[in-house]
């Protein structure tokens, strides 16, 4: 306990911290992102190559990396299947999102 009343926990053997939160978390944290989305030309557009994609447009580069890459760490975490196929469970998690925001 520190005399400010937090507390330093140390955890010894605890080399990582993985992302534990699922691929919905990711695409709530990453409003903005869902916004322009239903902008862009496709409708399973991953905002990575696509023509006409309207996040790339709009999104900060370095922000649009961190969603791709948190979304795939989250994927990773949840799904055991290979890269493809997690690939497509990627797109079909931010499709979902964005309709149950109502795009
Ligand atoms: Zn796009």
Do not use: N
């Not at 605890?14 to 862009?40: M, P």
């Not at 905002?47 to 890459?69: I, Q, Y």
């Not at 799904?79 to 925001?101: G, S």
């Amino acid at each position: 306990m520190l005399a400010t009343g937090a507390a330093l926990i140390d955890t010894p053997g605890l080399r990582e911290i993985q992302l534990w939160a699922g691929e919905s978390s990711v695409a709530a944290v990453f409003d903005d992102i869902a916004e322009f989305a239903v902008r862009c030309r496709f409708a399973d557009c991953s905002h990575a190559t696509e023509p006409g994609c309207a996040v790339r447009d709009a999104v900060d580069p370095a922000r649009l990396t961190s969603f791709h890459k948190l979304t795939r760490e989250a994927v990773r975490h949840t799904d055991p299947r290979p890269e493809k196929t997690r690939w497509r469970a990627i797109h079909k998690a931010q499709r979902q999102f964005y309709k149950l925001r109502g795009h």
